[in-house]
């Protein structure tokens, strides 16, 4: 499972900054929109060759001149809960602060590998000032500039010797790993209960190599999988559960860590902003999905049309990826609770599918034929030929044509629905290539 860099601090030291450095997102792709993603919380990073995530656990404050010292303790709690490495940043225009030293005492307490970076070191004479840093009893500050990049590959440098050694998890491949993921409250220690029984029918507990990501094989039911460790099953911690973006962070190892994410919805709440940032996270890792809409037995309508209503709340929602699985449970009851399960590895299934190249050219080229990508500047496009990737993450096409750069998004899509209305794809993201033949 990959790691996770945690960044923390008040608010205006830079915290942002140095995340959009380090994930080299723009700020023209933040989107401000209420109740979607903000981007600029989550993102990958890679050095070296070495990918990993990064959060800045300060972009959920959402008004970041008013916060309260709570909020900020909190957000700590859980980045020294969930994170691999802690960057901790500080000011060096402004010095020390009482929540600076407040956050310290925190950090000095976690066994989180934490690195002291003093931001805003524009020039050399501001290095004497990240001195005082030292009463903060965090070891040396790291002096860089997070606005010109100065100092940040070093940083990086030592961002890497400190993640644990990965002794990579021998789970077997070809067995498929589901994470239950959801907001509070959604019902996901309960459906897990549910899955599993009381009597846990643990085949093989591979308990923390590397750190607390765990993937317990079940092999119950017919169904041989894994389930990726969460909240859920780990012994729960009230820390932050009341803090819009805990499920978010906390999903975020579960969700790297499968082939397949099971997102619980509460029926009593339908979709709600921290549902769509989980989703958000699920689909930015390319990973497979059901949704359960959860305590269908607290909803009286029963009805196939109250179902339908629900069905396309959800899809439009969640558009624009619409193709996958919806399914009515309730942990409580047991309820359609073997359903989930089968559809999960019906989409596990999907997301490994290999579709013969012969066949796909069979039924790809007529339909490519009879309705062809529009000409563009008076020219003609040809798509001869399409084959289906080997080794990919998810199912990924490649369509060779003459001129691949004027084949728009529209056209993209109209081949992705053709590939997902032949071969069942459900649940299951696909990557459409178009390659200069
Ligand atoms: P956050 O609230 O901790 O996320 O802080 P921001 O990233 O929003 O930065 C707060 C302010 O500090 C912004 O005006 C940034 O442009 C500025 N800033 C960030 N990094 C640097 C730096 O390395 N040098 C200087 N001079 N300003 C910086
Ligand atoms: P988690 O925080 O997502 O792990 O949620 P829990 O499994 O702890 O469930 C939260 C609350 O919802 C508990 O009081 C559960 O008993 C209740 N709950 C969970 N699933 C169902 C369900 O299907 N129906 C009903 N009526 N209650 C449920």
């Known amino acids: 499972m990959g790691n996770l860099v945690a960044i923390v601090g008040r608010p205006n030291v830079g915290k942002s900054t140095l995340f959009n450095r380090l994930t080299k997102t723009r700020q023209a792709i933040v989107n401000e929109q209420a109740g979607t993603t903000r981007d600029r919380q989550y993102g990958k990073s890679e050095w070296l060759g070495k990918e990993f995530s990064v959060v800045d656990t300060g972009g959920w404050v959402v008004n970041s001149d008013d916060v309260f010292e709570e909020e900020i303790r909190k957000q700590v709690l859980l980045a020294v809960e969930e994170a691999d490495v802690i960057l901790f940043v500080v000011d060096v225009m402004n010095g020390v602060t009482d929540l600076d030293a407040q956050v310290a005492g925190i950090l000095r307490r976690s066994k989180t590998p934490v690195i002291l970076v003093a931001n805003k070191t524009d020039s050399n004479e501001l290095q004497y000032n990240a001195a005082e840093f030292y009463s903060l009893g965090l070891g040396d500050p790291f002096c860089i500039s997070a606005m010109s990049g100065s100092g940040t590959g070093d940083l990086l440098d030592l961002v890497l010797s400190k993640f644990r050694k990965n002794v990579e998890e021998t789970v077997e491949e070809d067995i498929p790993r589901f994470a239950v993921v959801g907001r509070p409250n959604a019902g996901k220690s309960s459906i897990i209960n549910a899955f599993i029984g009381e009597e846990r029918n643990i085949v093989t507990d591979i308990a923390g190599t590397t750190r607390d990501s765990i993937y317990t094989r079940y092999d119950k039911f017919g169904f041989d999988f894994y389930l990726v460790d969460t909240a859920g099953i780990r012994k729960k911690n009230k820390v932050s559960e009341d803090l819009e973006y805990y499920s978010v962070i906390r999903s975020i190892r579960a969700i790297e860590g499968s082939d397949v994410c099971i997102l619980m919805l509460d029926a009593t709440r339908g979709v709600e902003g921290q549902d769509l940032n989980i989703f958000s996270l699920i689909q930015r890792n390319q990973k497979g999905l059901v949704v359960v809409v959860n305590k269908w037995d607290l909803v009286e309508d029963k009805s196939a049309k109250v179902m339908k209503t629900f069905e396309e709340a959800i899809r439009n929602r969640l ?25 999960a590895k019906e989409v ?66 109209f081949l992705e629905n053709k590939i997902r209305e032949r071969w069942d794809l459900c649940g299951t993201p696909i990557n459409i290539f178009i390659r200069q033949k």
Do not use: H
């Not at 699985?325 to 009851?333: E, G, K, V």
């Not at 490519?368 to 096409?397: C, D, H, M, R, W």
């Open 348 to 413: 596990y299934l999907a997301k490994t599918k290999r579709i013969p190249t012969a066949r796909l050219n069979e039924e790809m080229l007529p339909l490519i034929e009879a309705y062809p990508p529009p000409s563009n500047k008076g020219k003609y496009i040809k798509i001869k030929y399409v084959t289906q990737l080997p080794n990919t993450q998810i199912p990924s096409f490649v369509f060779f044509a003459n001129l691949p750069q004027y084949v728009k998004e529209p056209y993209k899509r």
């Open 319 to 343: 558009a624009p990826f619409t193709d996958f699985p919806i399914i009515f449970a309730s942990a409580l009851t047991k309820q359609r609770i073997f359903k989930v399960l089968e559809t």
